[in-house]
C-alpha cells in the first residue's frame, strides 16, 4: 500500500550554507494545543532524527515522532522527510525546501481524519516558525560577516 504524504513548500528561500563541515543538527519545539476534545496544552514528543548529505550542498532529514500525553497519540506517529537543495540560479544563492509529512497510524479509529487534519495544521505552523527562525539567524550571521543579506 502506497504512503500517502503531504507537501509542505515553502515559497521563500531561505539562504543556507551547508559545507563539509555540517555534522550536526538540532531541533527542539514544543508542541501546544496538538489535538482536540480538550487535549493537553502541552505534551512530551520523542522525535528520532536521520540525516544525509549529498554532492552540491543537498541534504535530506527523516524525522519520526511520537507523541505522548494526548488524545489517541499512541495510535499514531508522524513521520517527516525535509528536502533541502541548493538553489544557485536566483539573485541571491539560497536553497528551496520541501517538507513532507505522513501520519502512519497502527491502529484504527473514527478520529482518524480529524488527527490527520490537525497533526498536519500543527506541523505546517511548527515548520514555518522553524524556518523564520533559521531565516533570522542565517541574516544575524550574515551581519555579523559583513555579507551581503537575504
Sequence with gaps: MAQKFYLFS???????????????LGVSFSINQFLFL???KFCSCKESQKFQIYRNS?????TSQEVNDVPYGDYFHVEGFWDVERDSDGPVE??????Y???AFNKKTVWKGKIVKSTLEECQEA???WLDMARE?????????GGSTI
Design 101 to 103: 509529512v505522513n501520519v
Design 137 to 145: 539567524l542565517l541574516k544575524q550571521n550574515i551581519d555579523k560577516q
Design 10 to 24: 515553502f515559497a521563500d528561500v531561505v539562504l543556507v550554507y551547508l559545507s563539509s563541515q555540517f555534522n550536526a
Design 38 to 40: 480538550q487535549g493537553a
Design 58 to 62: 543537498h541534504w535530506v532529514l527523516e
Design 127 to 129: 515548520y514555518a516558525t
Design 94 to 99: 539560497g536553497c528551496i525546501s520541501r517538507v
